[in-house]
């Protein structure tokens, strides 16, 4: 009787262990559901899901110019249900664009659009996200050794061509005191990319091409390169300020710059050193600031790369891809002359 009893008892208890596992299980999985469904709920078009992320990475994030360019690339991708990040905004430190290669290829992302062309070891990186089945598109500096998908920019000949014909044309309309014309061009100090080095070819051959053509006898013009330390927003700023400050004799007829943070530092230093009409400027994009420069006839003429038209190729690349496994290898942005005969024409048809 008392056998009969325990083991009443145990099976008692056998019974209520597997109820009460049964409704843990139950009280799981309606939490569970509960949160998805609250989740669901409160999702709003602030907090979407996207089908691709794709992350950008530039050389100086905070300029107008690399806001303008991402902010048409990330209009364009929400179009395609994508999102595109600058990913040194999220970061808690700066990183070296090819650090953030190697995070943006450990997060998994879709697309990867980068302007590190042939920075040391880009070329490795871009192959392990090929590998990773990442696809990594170059802009403005390209890398067409690597594994890159496809190449967003300018023609660098064609612009270097552009900056020749407008030192001509201002070799023909301006006085120069000395006995030759002196021309310094600025160029990157730390940038690996051939790019460079065509757009500064093609300046000289279009100054020595449109010389020659030329009715007008001009005097010597002298060509020479400058490097600028463009690590940061100060060193550039202590690289042009030497321009200006080893000699009154040193100090170049007129500078050309080949981004927008040289153009705005020279434009600074011009103004601060007293050589408003002394030095000429070529500027390049069209910031406010710049457009400002050439309504007051600081800078002679800039030359507009559409930003917007960049953009939008890194993502129709990137959309191309995924819908047929290829994209086209080449994509180039227009440029446009802005001068102070056309400046008020370009703000009022969208400009700045």
């Known amino acids: 009787m008392t056998e009969l009893k325990e083991k009443h008892n145990r099976l008692n208890l056998i019974i209520i262990w597997i109820v009460t596992g049964v409704l843990v299980c139950l009280t799981g999985l309606l939490i569970m559901l509960f949160v998805s469904f609250s989740r669901t709920l409160s999702r709003t078009e ?9 992350v950008m990475i530039t050389d100086n994030s905070g300029s107008s110019f690399w806001q303008s360019v991402y902010s ?6 929400k179009e395609q249900n994508a999102y595109v990040e600058m990913i040194s905004d999220s970061l808690s430190r700066e990183y070296s664009q090819t650090e953030q290669m190697e995070i943006a290829i450990a997060s998994g992302a879709d697309g990867i659009i980068v302007t590190a062309g042939e920075a040391e070891g880009m070329s490795e990186l871009i192959g392990n996200a090929y590998d990773a089945g990442i696809p990594v598109i170059t802009l403005l500096n390209d890398n067409p050794q690597s594994e890159r998908l496809s190449f967003v920019g300018i023609g660098n ?5 552009e900056y020749g014909r407008l030192l001509i044309d201002m070799v023909n309309t301006k006085m120069f005191p000395g006995d030759t014309i002196d021309v310094t061009v600025l160029l990157d100090a730390g940038s690996e990319d051939s790019g460079q080095n065509v757009l500064a070819a093609a300046i000289q051959d279009a100054v020595k091409k449109y010389r020659e053509q030329s009715k007008k006898k001009h005097k010597p013009i002298e060509v020479s390169l400058v490097a600028v330390d463009a690590s940061n927003n ?5 690289s042009v300020r030497k321009l200006f400050v080893s000699g009154k004799e040193n100090i170049p007829d007129i500078v050309v710059c080949l981004n927008e943070n040289d153009t705005n530092s020279v434009y600074q230093a011009v103004v601060e050193y007293n050589q408003v009409g002394l030095v000429n400027i ?9 457009l400002k420069g050439i309504e007051r006839d600081v800078i002679h003429a800039t030359i507009s790369i559409d930003t917007d038209q960049m953009g939008r190729y890194c993502i129709d690349a990137l959309t191309e891809y995924y819908e047929t496994g ?7 942005a ?7 005969s056309n400046v008020d024409e370009y703000r009022k048809e969208g400009g700045l």
């Open 334 to 340: 227009d440029g446009y002359v802005i001068n102070k």
């Open 234 to 238: 100060f060193s550039v700023e202590e």
């Open 326 to 332: 290829n994209a086209n290898q080449y994509f180039t």
């Open 282 to 290: 070529l500027g390049y994009y069209d910031s406010d600031a710049i």
């Open 46 to 54: 602030a907090d979407p899901v996207y089908d691709r992320y794709y």
């Open 157 to 161: 000949y064609n612009l270097g061509t």
């Open 72 to 77: 048409s690339a990330l209009l364009e991708a």
